[in-house]
């Protein structure tokens, strides 16, 4: 039988993020609101509201060149979300920094405008992580 992604209730496409410390950072996407889907020995299948993302302990496998920090230079992973504000709360209870503070974004949708209320985070390794509510 061949292998079928939706068996397992996984998305389409799931990036995995190599990290330095596992435990720090698992600790951090727990905190973020992401919920395990599975674990294993320095690996997590993480979910969010349906947006899936995998972390695991760097090991040199994977890896294609040099790891600098911060990890994922170019590229920002957005989440949907219906609860911004009480995340923010957490973040910053948590004693967390912000990248770039909650703003508002009006955005052309093909004829439309559309608006979102977002900020940015970066994980422990750097990885830049966006988190948007819709506004209109």
Not at 38 to 66: K, P, S
Not at 74 to 103: K, M, S, V
């Amino acid at each position: 039988m061949p292998f079928n992604a939706a068996t397992y209730n996984w998305a389409p496409c799931v990036p995995e993020l190599l990290v330095e410390d596992f435990q720090t950072s698992l600790r951090f996407y727990r905190l973020l609101g992401f919920v395990d889907q599975y674990q294993r020995t320095n690996f997590a299948y993480l979910d969010y509201h349906g947006a899936q993302l995998m972390i695991a302990q760097r090991d040199n496998y994977w890896e294609t060149g040099a790891m600098e920090r911060p990890f994922g230079r170019g590229i920002n992973l957005q989440f949907a979300t219906h609860e911004l504000d009480a995340l923010l709360a957490r973040l910053n209870q948590a004693g967390i920094a912000l990248y770039q503070p909650r703003y508002e974004k009006w955005r052309d949708l093909g004829g439309t405008q559309g608006g979102s209320a977002e900020f940015l985070v970066q994980d422990p390794d750097g990885y830049l992580l966006r988190f948007l509510q819709t506004i209109a």
